[in-house]
């Protein structure tokens, strides 16, 4: 496996592979690699001939107040389970690789941007989106891989591919989560013992608006009550937002569609969870499901 830390040496690699013919998978990440990141490794490593993992904690997608300089930065083990899962590159570029002196341009993605955790972490998602351009053409990759967990930042990648004509195939791959339902996260090591118990919360919440929503129930106020409700039963958990959307537009619903995915957000101490269901009308075949989103329901 090879490691590359330049823009040059990665541009050059991914241009030799290219007039070959190889195809070229991407999983772009920020190290602190888990089950999920492995499993769009692996994924990446069955459908392209070369595979190409970045390793980069941007610091344009971390507000003042959050936790870049803490953020986990397990490298060596990171490398270790790249090479054991037959990655072909680690791209580690340094910021300054990243953002050079005099770097100007940023990618914004107005509307998607805008909402959930967007209004939460307002820059976020404009970092997100230079730093994914970016890695995008150094890398130049046929296919990109992205967990569902990120659900708004899958669907941003994907509205800025198509926008800007970028020719990447994006395929968003299932959340993986710990057995009690918990969505794997690098950010979930922060959690207490007693934290870690309320977590899965956050995904039962979820699952029982699916519940209602295949039982029958459209009224989008009550199913948002009836997932606020599972969570209720810990007063240490604060809901920033549980919300019936539309799959593509991510705007909330009155009243639920074919295309239907649950949001959610909470806070428990200092730590935020997000997680997202979607959900499939029975009886109808949704789009999402034929547009390969991993995860129908
Ligand atoms: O999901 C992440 O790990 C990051 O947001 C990404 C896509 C690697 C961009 O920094």
Redesign the pocket.
């Known amino acids: 496996m090879k490691i590359i830390r330049t823009a040059r040496f990665m541009a050059a690699w991914s241009e030799r592979l290219r007039r070959k013919g190889v195809t070229i998978g991407f999983v772009?990440?920020?190290g602190a690699l888990h089950d999920g990141h492995r499993s769009l490794i692996r994924t990446a490593r069955l459908r392209c001939d070369a595979l190409v993992v970045?390793i980069?904690?941007?610091p344009s997608?971390f507000s003042p107040t959050e936790d870049l300089s803490t953020y986990p930065r397990p490298i060596a083990r990171d490398r270790a389970l790249c090479l054991r899962e037959g990655v072909d590159v680690c791209f580690e570029p340094t910021a300054q690789t990243m953002y050079p002196q005099g770097f100007q341009t940023t990618v914004i993605v107005p509307a998607l941007a805008s909402r959930w955790e967007g209004a939460a972490r307002p820059h976020h998602f404009t970092?997100?989106a230079t730093?994914?351009t970016k890695?995008f053409c150094l890398v130049r990759p046929h296919l990109a891989l992205?967990?569902q967990k990120?659900y708004q930042?899958a669907t941003l990648?994907r509205q800025l591919v198509h926008d800007l004509n970028l020719g990447v195939t994006i395929q968003v791959c299932t959340t993986v989560r710990e057995r009690d339902g918990l969505a794997m996260s690098?950010r979930n090591i922060y959690l207490s013992a007693d934290e870690r118990r309320l977590a899965p919360l956050l995904s039962r919440a979820l699952q029982a608006g699916r519940r209602v929503i295949k039982g029958g129930m459209r009224d989008v106020a009550a199913i948002e009550r009836i997932m606020r409700q599972t969570i209720k039963q810990a007063p240490a958990i604060h809901v920033e937002y549980l919300a019936v959307c539309d799959q593509d537009s991510l705007e909330p619903l009155s009243v639920v569609a074919d295309r239907t995915v649950l949001l959610g957000a909470v806070r428990i101490g200092a730590i935020r969870l997000i997680d997202n269901l979607l959900v499939q009308i029975p009886g109808k075949k949704s789009r999402a499901t034929r547009r390969s989103w991993d995860q129908g329901a």
């Open positions: 772009p990440t920020m970045s980069f904690v941007n997608q970092g997100v730093v994914v890695l992205f967990g990120d930042q990648v690098s």
